[in-house]
């Protein structure tokens, strides 16, 4: 079955880099568009990044514009998210997520349809 494993979260100090990974199997990975998605304590999940199926294409969120990056491996069948930058507002469990849906690029968290179990980002001040 298709299954999204996510790693590379951690504690770090404000202005540090993190670089998250999402493993995926059990799909044709180049299939799906990408993305990555953040929840921090009370509050909803939020689109943060997404690459289209080929890797061309990236749209990101406003508050991570300049200092995150989306790529993927296809060859690899990975995600990543390298965090530079980094601010306290900025800490959350981060999720891989893959869509089928049509499209290059998807902000709405509603059209992906499966989900990373998530890693935890802790940015201190």
């Known amino acids: 079955q298709v299954q999204l494993v996510d790693s590379g979260g951690g504690l770090v100090q404000a202005g540090g880099s993190l670089r998250l990974s999402c493993a995926a199997s059990?799909?044709?990975?180049?299939?799906?568009?990408m993305g990555w998605f953040r929840q921090a304590p009370g509050k909803e999940r939020e689109f943060v990044a997404t690459?289209?199926?080929?890797?061309?294409?990236?749209r990101y969120a406003d508050s991570v514009k300049g200092r995150f990056t989306i790529s993927r491996d296809n060859a690899k069948n990975t995600v990543y998210l390298q965090m530079t930058s980094l601010k306290p507002e900025d800490t959350a469990v981060y999720y891989c997520?893959?869509?089928?849906?049509?499209?290059?690029?998807?902000?709405?968290?509603?059209?992906?349809?499966?989900w990373g179990q998530g890693t935890q980002v802790t940015v201190s001040s």
């Open positions: 059990g799909m044709p990975f180049d299939a799906y568009i």
């Open positions: 997520a893959a869509s089928l849906s049509v499209g290059f690029t998807i902000s709405d968290a509603s059209k992906y349809h499966y």
């Open positions: 690459i289209s199926r080929g890797g061309g294409s990236t």
